[in-house]
């Protein structure tokens, strides 16, 4: 059956044809979970009562799926540029929350302004560009060694190296990091050409099923708190229960990607592990300053970071995998 | 041309929540139509702009910002942004005239029934301290028992464009709207405008 034989084609013209049939059939199974998620939690409130304060962020939570799936797929639909766009913006506001929780100085000022609106646009072009020599180094090098140098140009030498180190930590998680997503349809494997969107939605899925994932056999089964000084709310069951969960999943969805069952399994392995790890790590941070959330962009989720987390630890360890194994 | 006064507001505004993701926690009030006077803490030019656009438009249209006439009448265009967009009620800072009240352009806004957003600093805090607060506050409030006088601590504008900054660094900043203060039976100058100072530091998140 071809789905996309009756998609307008001036629509997902940006779409390579070898993804588009693949990637409409990934979007509406998506729609289908969401669409059951939603008759849930519609029934939940109906049985739990709208007071219900687990119900009501489990259905805020679901609604903000709605409408982060909507922009990815709009995202899509502008190809390549619409996918680069998407993470440069994403960074942005990522980035945003980070810097926002760190002790920076007036000093600074100079050297932020740079992150934001020098590193942060210069990286996206060069993924944009697919220039690997340069976007793979470009955080670590250059903006790493310009960057305290411009905060010495604020004459306040007060905590440097701790201003210094946290917002070369903001950059290289939400620039750096997050720029692999993107950076994934750079990547030139035999036999598998204009089909690197389909590699993409393979990391968004398999790492966010695993966030959820885990919140689910977590709030079914959860006993053991495997860390309840990082964050109190993951046990080992949701752990367990997660990871093996989205495995399978990400091995079942082995027919979008270049890997065989069992590496698409090994590769979803990798990328959840990494994920709970960012979880974890994110968490740590979140603690130390003494805020719950990253901010309150997305409703239910918390901040942009809060459902990234995972993501910025994941896709740069997706990347360099797949590019190791897969690529000449 | 009202119509496009209010477009450029609404774009002034997005712009700036765009930059700063800026929220508002209504705290110790909601956001009701009434008279009130919001006093805050000041460390650039974009508070005011930023309270004002917390507001809900209703609320917005009714609540004037006091700017220093010294800077907003420099330029035909600031002139345009604080008369016909803010509709902003212009003081003379830095002393009048010996004996003119430099809160005359408030009084005469508060009689008509507006509300407004004032802050009491008098001016841009150097390094994002809340420094004591000007005497007008007490004035205000002895004159005006009627108007709820309503504390905002603004957190992170400093940080975001400090006292000689020309560009914006995008954090997120948040505006605390704390429980109304009214001026007791007695209450000396001092201890009020103390007392109003140290209601913005207790909106101040334990950190």
């Not at chain 2, 774009?11 to 929540?17: Q, T």
């Not at chain 2, 993701?21 to 705290?27: I, K, S």
């Amino acid at each position: 059956m071809t789905l996309s034989a009756d998609l307008p084609l001036q629509l997902s013209a940006r779409v390579p044809e070898a993804a588009r049939e693949a990637t409409l059939w990934l979007f509406l199974g998506v729609g289908a979970v969401l669409v059951f998620a939603s008759l849930v939690g519609a029934l939940l409130r109906w049985r739990l009562g709208p007071q219900n304060s687990v119900v009501a962020n489990l259905n805020a939570r679901i609604k903000a799926w709605w409408v982060m799936v909507a922009v990815i797929g709009l995202a899509m639909l502008g190809g390549h540029t619409g996918v680069v766009l998407l993470f440069g913006l994403v960074s942005f506001l990522a980035l945003r929350e980070f810097i926002t929780l760190t002790h920076t100085r007036r000093g600074d000022h100079l050297a932020l302004l740079a992150c934001f609106f020098l590193f942060l646009p210069l990286q996206y072009l060069f993924v944009w560009q697919n220039w690997y020599g340069m976007f793979s180094i470009f955080v670590p090098v250059y903006a790493f060694l310009l960057m305290p140098f411009l905060a010495c140009l604020g004459h306040d030498t007060t905590n440097f190296l701790a201003r210094a180190t946290q917002t070369q930590w903001g950059l290289m998680i939400c620039v750096y990091a997050i720029s692999h997503v993107p950076a994934l349809l750079a990547l030139q494997i035999p036999g598998f050409a204009e089909r690197n969107l389909l590699l993409v939605i393979f990391l968004i899925l398999v790492v966010q099923s695993s966030d959820v994932l885990q919140y689910v056999w977590g709030k079914l089964l959860g006993r053991r708190k495997i860390a309840p000084n990082v964050s109190p709310s993951k046990t080992l069951e949701g752990f367990l229960g997660g990871v093996a969960s989205a495995t399978a999943l990400g091995a079942a969805m082995w027919w979008i990607t270049p890997f065989t069952p069992l590496q698409a399994a090994g590769m979803a392995l990798a990328i959840t592990l990494m994920g709970f790890a960012g979880g974890l790590v994110m968490s740590a941070i979140k603690r130390d300053r003494g805020v719950k959330d990253w901010g309150h962009l997305i409703e239910g989720h918390g901040g942009m970071l809060d459902r990234l987390d995972s993501v910025c630890f994941s896709a740069p360890i997706f990347f360099h995998l797949v590019r190791y194994f897969f690529t000449p | 041309m009202r119509i496009f006064d209010r477009f450029v507001g609404r774009l002034l505004i997005s712009a700036a929540r765009l930059l700063t993701g800026a929220y508002a926690n209504w705290l110790g009030c909601k956001p009701e139509p009434r008279q009130r006077l919001y006093f805050a803490n000041h460390a650039s030019h974009l508070d005011f702009l930023l309270l004002w656009g917390m507001l809900p438009p209703a609320l917005r249209h009714k609540t004037r910002p006091v700017a220093g006439a010294d800077y907003w009448n420099a330029s035909a265009l600031r002139r345009y942004v604080i008369h016909r967009v803010f509709r902003g009620v212009l003081v003379t800072r830095g002393g009048g005239a010996a004996g003119s009240d430099l809160l005359a352009p408030l009084r005469e806004a508060l009689a008509a029934g507006d509300s407004l957003i004032f802050f009491p600093e008098g001016t841009r805090s150097p390094d994002g301290e809340i420094q004591a607060f000007k005497s007008g506050l007490y004035h205000l409030a002895h004159d005006y028992p009627q108007v709820e006088f309503v504390p905002v601590l603004m957190e992170n504008l400093s940080r975001v464009m400090g006292k000689g900054e020309f560009l914006p660094v995008p954090l997120i900043c948040v505006l605390s709207f704390g429980t109304p203060l009214a001026l007791a039976p007695d209450e000396a100058k001092p201890a009020f405008l103390t007392r109003a100072r140290q209601a913005l530091i207790d909106l101040l998140p334990a950190r």
